[in-house]
């Protein structure tokens, strides 16, 4: 038996009794679940102390101690498992609502942006930097360029359409 398994082997009476908690309960059944020998002495002392425990109740004896200690612990650990679902659920989910209340903040603000780029007077330009960008791309930005004319050519004329209806 090493260090560590006579460390853990320590703590059974208080696994059973229910006085591990937080993280040391977590590295108690973990480490019981994978090493055969503690698992052997958690079930020695989990059958013996339960026995006594009933004997002195006057309870019936159970007749499978091996397969309580195994429904504890699949228990406990479904239990961690769920918990942190939660936790990665409830970060996704606040990362979403704050993505989407910064797009919902953002469009107010370039909404009033937009505003004051249809005021009268005001030149119309699109520009997008290419810096960087490979020459293979070059049909790309010759039709992100006609579409930029497209935009600014429909944007004149719905300018144009609103000074005929205020005419």
């Known amino acids: 038996m090493n260090l560590i398994c006579n460390e853990y082997q320590k703590k059974i009476d208080s696994y059973i009794n229910g006085s591990l ?26 059958s013996l102390l339960k026995a006594l425990d009933q004997l002195e109740k006057g309870d019936e004896l159970s007749e499978n101690y091996d397969a ?10 479904a239990k961690q498992k769920r918990g942190f679902i939660l936790t990665v659920l ?23 942006e937009g505003v004051k780029f249809l ?3 005001k030149q119309e330009s ?4 290419y810096d960087g960008v490979p020459d293979y791309l070059n049909e790309v930005k010759n039709m992100n360029n006609a579409l930029n004319e497209d935009i600014i050519e429909y944007i004149h004329n719905l300018k ?7 005419e």
Not at 68 to 77: R, V
């Open 21 to 46: 908690n937080g993280d040391e309960l977590k590295r108690f059944v973990l480490h019981v679940r994978n090493c055969d020998e503690c698992m052997e002495e958690l079930k020695i002392n989990y």
């Open 119 to 121: 005021e009268k007077g």
């Open 160 to 166: 144009l359409e609103d000074e005929r209806e205020n």
């Open 90 to 112: 409830s970060y996704v989910s606040i990362f979403i609502i704050s993505v989407a209340l910064g797009l919902i903040f953002s469009l107010f603000i370039f909404k009033h």
């Open 126 to 129: 699109f520009f997008l930097d």
């Open 68 to 77: 309580e200690l195994e429904k504890g612990i699949n228990d406990y650990l």
